[in-house]
């Protein structure tokens, strides 16, 4: 599976972005998906996972600063994940990685098989 992440770019706070992550492949649906991020200095952080279905939604532990401004879908029919980021903060600023995997979704990459190149997002003040 090859992954391809799009949609980053800059934004001011409080604007949006929609990240979209297409994967190659004739096994998409069978995937949990997930995005990461990586700040300038910062280890690498899940932020939010979906089921292979698309019916159920996984949000890191430390994720209150994204629920209700984050959004994670899953078409499997275009073989694409998306993320929806509303209200954006200047925290938010990070180099986004989608994943795939086929085990369940955890903050843990362990269940991480194959990654996406990275899409950056740049949130200013």
């Known amino acids: 599976v090859q992954l391809q992440a799009s949609g980053g770019g800059l934004v001011q706070a409080g604007g949006s972005l929609r990240l979209s992550c297409a994967a190659s492949g004739r096994t998409f649906s069978t995937y949990d998906m997930g995005w990461f991020r990586q700040a300038p200095g910062k280890a690498r952080e899940f932020v939010i996972g979906?089921?292979?279905?698309?019916?159920?939604?996984?949000?890191?532990d430390y994720a209150d600063s994204v629920k209700g401004r984050f959004t994670i879908s899953k078409d499997n029919a275009k073989n694409t994940v998306y993320l929806q980021m509303n209200s954006l903060k200047p925290e938010d600023t990070a180099v986004y990685y989608c994943?795939?995997?086929?085990?369940?979704?955890?903050?843990?990459?362990?269940?991480?098989?194959?990654w996406g190149q990275g899409t950056e997002v740049t949130v200013s003040s």
């Open positions: 994943a795939a995997g086929s085990g369940v979704v955890t903050d843990d990459p362990i269940w991480v098989e194959y």
């Open positions: 979906i089921s292979r279905s698309g019916g159920s939604t996984y949000y890191a």
